[in-house]
């Protein structure tokens, strides 16, 4: 595969970027902690499974592998659980990270982006939500206000990690993370893009489309924050001030892969 050739610079970049990718994540989850989020994200799972979202096979999925695979791999060693990517059947383009190592990405996202950078990159910036256990962290700070609904649930007998993922899928869609969440997740996932060798610009294009796109096709993962423009400039700034990991990478989106999906891609679904 084409990507292969850019194995050199899983060898030639990571000591830097480890170190950017180190200094924003957050210290390492015990061990009891690390086990709730991954029964927070198999309920997450179970519910998608459930309701007949996950697609099991699809030549759009094996599109996605490779380039979900090598960010992956990048990914590993800053989280203690294994990464697995999901392709979802939805309308929306999105993806969104669930605590415990699981990425989901909609079929639409991948007839939204305009090449394989924006795809990459959305993947990283999702992969670092769940290097700095953001879901997780949302829950814990939104818990009191989901109290009655929490204590609810307890009278109906599921365990922690069920009303945790109860509350977690509610809020999946709508991602009230920080503007200081979303910015600290876009400078780890350039830095994740670029250890894979995947051009980290591929964000900052993503966000440019999105000024000129239809609003109600703008993932919503990426579209709840109007600071675009704060965002695209933090990136900047970043990439300027790490020019041994950022400057071999051209901004000029005219370099990019083209990423073609296929059309009207058949889905089989996980039952
Ligand atoms: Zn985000």
Redesign the pocket.
Known sequence: MHRNSYHRWIIAVPVTAIAVIASVSAPRASQDAADDEQQVGQQVFDELKAKGEIVSSSPLFDQLKPIADAIARTAQPYYNHPFTFYLVHEQDPNAFATPGGKVYVTDSLLYFVKNTEELAGTLC?EVS?TIHHDSMKLIEKERSIERREIGAAILLGPTRAHVLAIALIGKLRS?G?SREA?SA?DLTGSDVCAATGDNPWGLVWLFQDFDSADLGKVPQ?LSDHPDNQHRVQALQHHFGENPKVFATFSADKKGAKPFVPVKDAVEIFLR
Do not use: F, K, M, T
């Open positions: 910036h939500h991602l993370y979303e997740a993962v």
